[in-house]
């Protein structure tokens, strides 16, 4: 039995040092770049996506509210999975495909960062929340895995992941927005922003 658990283990170790070689890795760090600019500037990150995603999108707006690994002052960032009264009302009046966009139309101003996560990047309510971003004037990036590369030109940045296993890719995003957060504390304190 524990055969298995460290074949698993050892596998996503392997993923995870292909993806470190990858380009993916650059473009992590525009993402970071974006969200520091964003922040120092006073606007708002809005992160969503469904299930898994719905959860990851809780935990990086709950480690840039809170804090990462250093004290800081806390950024703007909400999760718009939070909000269950307005996700099943708008749900069941109208449409689940448009619960986050209408958040954005609401919530989104031009200058503020729309962070969609879908592993498949083919989640409805996730692409058209992209889409009434970008059209509001918010700054777009998609984190998905190798399957969500069609939405290369409907973002300012994706971040599809070179794995098909959803799994592995699910790992890798945790990665990822722990990655931005780390360079997000360094680059703050740095600049005497924290």
């Not at 935990?59 to 999760?79: K, M, Q, W």
């Not at 409805?124 to 929340?129: E, F, M």
């Amino acid at each position: 039995m524990s055969d298995e658990f460290a074949r698993i283990f050892s596998d996503v170790a392997t993923q995870m040092a292909a993806v470190a070689k990858s380009s993916y890795v650059v473009e992590v760090a525009q993402a970071g770049d974006l969200l520091y600019a964003a922040f120092v500037s006073g606007h708002t990150l809005y992160a969503f996506g469904n299930g898994g995603s719905a959860a990851d999108a809780l935990h990086v707006t709950a480690e840039l509210v809170g804090r990462f690994s250093a004290e800081r002052r806390p950024l703007p960032a909400v999760a718009l999975s939070a909000n269950e009264a307005l996700l099943t009302a708008w749900s069941n009046d109208h449409s689940f495909d448009d619960v986050f966009a209408r958040q954005i139309e609401a919530l989104g101003k031009p200058g503020d960062v729309a962070l969609g996560i879908s592993t498949s990047g083919a989640s409805a309510n996730v692409v058209r929340a992209l889409q009434a971003a970008r059209a509001r004037g918010l700054k777009t990036i998609a984190l998905t895995g190798a399957r969500g590369r069609h939405l290369a030109g409907s973002v300012d940045l994706l971040l599809a992941v070179p794995l098909e296993s959803t799994p592995r890719v699910q790992e890798v995003h945790v990665v990822t927005y722990h990655a931005i957060c780390a360079a997000l504390d360094a680059r703050l304190l740095q600049a005497n922003l924290g």
